[in-house]
């Protein structure tokens, strides 16, 4: 059995990212970009257990959680924020919510919060599929649920971004990625700031790849990357 998740999150990046390494991590995953499409999905789901970003258009975190608990008192919530002030987590707990998790954080914390509550109110958490969260390559191996990268010589804890740049060129593994593809997929538009944010991550990542020489993270001027492997 697939437990049902409400993820409620308007920033799409995290979305996709996050939405990703919770089906990946044996959950199913209903998600809302905005606080009122979070309510629909609410009542036709019937979800678990909701993940709720506490800025939202429409409908904020806060008000979603009360309106939620009008209709049922016992699914766990969790609230995130890139707020942690104490009146803002005070008013999460009065609105409904059972835990906090502020932002940024790891897909492995909010799976162990998420473990915590399920089991707490009364269900056994999904049996998480780590084999489906590694990837393979060369001598390295990527764990997109923890965001963690391992080389031949480190372990380095990698950003929500590197962790999409890097599974997007092992998808694409000895072929070409595209600047164009990976800005729109990730960043959401190829304006040029984001342009030269992803040059700054890449060069992050190439630096650790040398680790390993069987691995070449290459840049094809103004085309785009190659991961070869």
């Not at 969790?78 to 998790?101: C, E, Q, T």
């Not at 399920?118 to 990527?142: D, I, V, Y």
Request: net charge negative; with cysteine; hydrophobic share 40%.
């Amino acid at each position: 059995m697939k437990y049902k998740v409400l993820y409620a999150e308007d920033e799409a990046t995290l979305a996709e990212i996050i939405g990703d390494g919770l089906k990946s991590s044996g959950y199913e995953v209903a998600l809302a970009t905005d606080g009122q499409k979070a309510l629909e999905l609410f009542r036709s789901v019937i979800p678990d257990i909701c993940v709720l970003d506490i800025m939202m258009p429409l409908k904020d975190g806060y008000t979603l959680a009360e309106d939620i608990r009008k209709m049922d008192n016992n699914v766990p919530i969790i609230f995130l924020s890139a707020k942690s002030l104490g009146d803002d987590v005070v008013k999460g707990f009065r609105s409904g919510g059972n835990d906090y998790l502020k932002k940024p954080f790891t897909m492995g914390e909010l799976l162990v919060r998420m473990d915590a509550l399920l089991t707490r109110f009364g269900s056994a958490p999904p049996q998480h599929t780590p084999s489906s969260n590694r990837k393979t390559f060369g001598g390295c191996e990527l764990n997109t649920v923890s965001q963690e990268l391992n080389t031949p010589k480190a372990s380095y804890k990698i950003s929500y971004k590197e962790t999409a740049i890097l599974e997007m060129l092992l998808e694409n593994r000895n072929d070409l990625l595209s600047r164009q593809t990976a800005l729109l997929k990730i960043w959401g538009d190829d304006s040029y700031y984001n342009t030269r944010s992803m040059d700054v991550f890449m060069s992050h990542l190439r630096k650790m790849l040398r680790d390993d020489p069987e691995v070449e993270l290459m840049s094809i001027r103004g085309i785009g990357y190659k991961l070869i492997c």
